[in-house]
């Protein structure tokens, strides 16, 4: 039979990137294969090893895809499945964003502290650890100069430990938690279930410490009841209660076990916790810390199923979180591709920004939110230190009529089996484009000017795009758009990649759409000075 080629690539994270191929006389196991690499490199944990192999460039150095809107390009899928695999929670989301931000060059800063910036420079800043804003200055930026932002969210619907979360319940070890935002929480039974988040430490000094955590093993699950002890479920619907009926299985109850696990879960330093003394073990072991050390936790439930590639054709990506972390890293990877040549900012009189906030799924009326004054206290302490200490009149607030805001939040793509729950005139389909987003009401904050300024980015560079209308007889969803749009009165768009199954635990999008995706924004950073001075609609 025919030797079968499977890249190095599809299997070892792009920083351990291996030109040569793999070359197997016949296809083997997984293990087999995950064999020939580093232990230590499996966590991007398959991008599915039924991706056909890549084009190669010329120079062997990275793959590319063709398409029908241009040349071969560089695709980013199989970073962002990475990317996706690495977040499991919206305090992993930034601090992988950071990591690829400070790898390309970005200058990290300290809200606390005073900045001194230069055009040319490349910046960015966290708070909370669950929101970020980066930034690249034009060269020839000057005083109430605008900001080409795109903003996106890094939180997702989830399950979180409640404060106290220890129960115990007929022989089981149960884990109490609360629902964060307006999931689909019938897709959370019946899954291979973990944590992660964040953990203060003590540390020997007297200090306390902020470090992530995640336990990759399945630890936790949600378990549907028999059908034998429902009949009329699959009549009357699966309609659980969150309170009694959403409630993970840890173990069964060590007291009942042997006597190793029953002096472990009689610990005298994990006595009167108010997590179990099993779960803190397992954060102890991940973290490498004493039980005592751990003073604090903020933990997430997160599926443990690897983000991959889908279909018979490999279209589609299968994942949780895409809402809204596609978003965040098409952004993010196209500010960084955007001014990673020398030249690429000499020309630029505006600054390149990206602002990924936390709390989206539940208003984001928090420190961390779209709803805090983050972005625009940042943008006005750019303005301030790039004045070179002379005073001008208001230019502030010039430089916010010069901006413009990108507002990215997956759409609603419409469903084969639900085709009515679309107004007929505005149905997104998946593979075609970025879907502009349209409200009369403002539930988004797209107007027909900047509408029409962002589609005629996408003009230029051939790209589609899509409109999407709720219907009239239907509630519609909302973004950080308005808010932001609101906040001191930046023009805004409203946009997203089209997905399905929203706010699943487990969600679709199209491979395609992320390029398309990417591409668009980056055009937008490179392209809206010289479309924006086209237009005037004040004057």
Not at 192 to 202: E, F, P, Q, T
Not at 226 to 249: C, M, W, Y
Not at 399 to 412: G, Q, T
Request: glycine share 6%.
């Amino acid at each position: 039979m025919a030797a079968t080629v499977v890249y190095r690539s599809q299997i070892v994270h792009q920083s351990a990137f291996v030109k040569s191929p793999i070359i197997l006389s016949k296809p083997l196991h997984f293990k087999q294969i995950f064999s020939t690499v580093n232990t230590n490199l499996q966590k991007t944990r398959l991008r599915q090893l039924s991706i056909a192999p890549p084009i190669r460039s010329s120079s062997g150095d990275s793959f590319l895809e063709s398409n029908s809107y241009g040349e071969s390009s560089r695709s980013i899928v199989g970073d962002l499945l990475d990317y996706l695999n690495e977040s499991w929670t919206q305090f992993h989301a930034t601090a992988e964003a950071k990591r690829q931000l400070v790898a390309a060059g970005f200058h990290l800063l300290s809200e606390n502290d005073e900045w001194d910036l230069k055009p040319g420079g490349r910046y960015l800043f966290t708070r909370n650890m669950s929101s970020l804003v980066a930034f690249a200055i034009g060269e020839k930026f000057s005083a109430g100069n605008g900001f080409h932002i795109i903003a996106a969210h890094t939180d997702s619907p989830c399950l979180k430990l409640k404060p106290k979360s220890a129960s115990c319940k007929s022989g089981y070890l149960m884990v109490n938690v609360q629902t964060y935002g307006g999931g689909l929480w019938h897709t959370w039974f019946d899954r291979d279930l973990s944590v992660a988040g964040r953990v203060i430490l003590r540390s020997d000094d007297g200090c306390f410490l902020h470090k992530l955590v995640k336990v990759q093993r399945p630890l936790l699950r949600v378990p549907t009841l028999a059908i034998h002890l429902d009949r009329t479920v699959n009549q009357d619907g699966f309609k659980p209660n969150l309170e009694s009926h959403l409630i993970p299985l840890l173990a069964t109850n060590l007291e009942s076990s042997s006597g190793e696990n029953k002096d472990k879960n009689n610990m005298p330093s994990a006595r009167g916790s108010a997590h179990h003394p099993l779960l803190m073990q397992i954060l102890s072991d991940e973290l490498g810390y004493k039980i005592d050390d751990i003073v604090s936790i903020e933990l997430n439930l997160c599926d443990t199923q690897p983000s991959c590639l889908g279909g018979a054709n490999n279209e589609f990506i299968f994942s949780g979180r895409l809402d809204n972390l596609a978003s965040s890293f098409c952004a993010l990877r196209a500010l960084v591709d955007s001014c990673a040549s020398p030249e690429a900012l000499s020309n630029e009189h505006a600054i390149r920004m990206v602002a990924l906030f936390d709390n989206e799924e539940v208003g984001s009326n928090s420190c961390q939110g779209a709803g805090a004054p983050t972005m625009f206290e940042a943008m006005r302490r750019i303005t301030d230190c790039l004045q070179n200490h002379s005073v001008r009149e208001n230019s502030f607030a010039r430089a916010i009529r010069n901006s413009f805001l990108v507002s990215a939040d997956m759409a609603h793509g419409v469903h084969p089996n639900y085709i009515d729950k679309h107004e007929e005139n505005h149905r997104p389909e998946l593979q075609k484009g970025l879907v502009i987003k349209h409200n009369a009401n403002q539930r988004y904050a797209t107007s027909g000017v900047t509408s029409f300024l962002f589609k005629e980015v996408a003009k230029i560079s051939n790209l589609p795009t899509q409109e999407f209308v709720v219907r009239n007889d239907m509630g519609c969803g909302s973004t950080i758009g308005p808010i932001l749009a609101s906040g001191v009165g930046i023009r805004t768009v409203d946009c997203g990649i089209a997905q399905l199954s929203m706010h699943s635990v487990r969600e679709i999008c199209g491979k395609k759409d992320v390029d398309i995706a990417y591409k668009h924004f980056k055009a937008f950073y490179e392209k809206f000075s010289s479309i924006d001075k086209k237009l005037n609609v004040d004057k």
